[in-house]
């Protein structure tokens, strides 16, 4: 995995939190990891710090673009409301600076990671336990 800044095609050009997720397809399907992200961030919720993290998936190839549209449309009976993340084309990507890379393991007792992570991994350890190994 990779941790940095992400960015589109207008109007979403500018930089925006974001990962890149290397997976196995072998071992969980893109559908299972859009699942996950959806569940993780709110995937519902158009709050006023979209822009600095906005709700989307990125793909690096035009083909892929079908098969993300596909998922959300799928997923969608999950959520009690409309799911706003959208399937946008990754431009670019800027990996962040080493004091942020991996904050989590570094910093687990951090007012950020309590508050925001660790439901996160709660909620990844309740609902996904078959998908998962070690957080």
């Not at 961030?41 to 990125?58: E, G, L, M, Q, V």
């Not at 959520?79 to 670019?92: N, R, Y």
Request: proline letters at 5%.
């Amino acid at each position: 995995m990779e941790q940095g800044f992400i960015a589109s095609t207008a109007p979403n050009d500018t930089f925006s939190e974001g990962v890149i997720v290397h997976y196995d397809a072998q071992i969980i399907r893109l559908e299972q990891l859009i699942e996950v992200h959806l569940h993780t961030h709110n995937a519902t919720s158009d709050h006023s710090f979209r822009t600095k993290y906005r709700s989307a998936i990125y793909y690096y190839h035009k083909e892929q673009e079908f098969a993300f549209a596909k998922a959300l449309l799928a997923l969608q009976p999950q959520f009690s409301e409309p799911i706003i993340t959208k399937a946008l084309p990754l431009v670019t990507f800027t990996l962040n600076d080493e004091s942020f890379l991996d904050y989590f393991k570094r910093n687990p007792e951090a007012p950020f990671c309590t508050r925001y992570i660790d439901p996160k991994l709660e909620k990844l350890q309740r609902k996904y336990t078959n998908w998962i190994k070690d957080l």
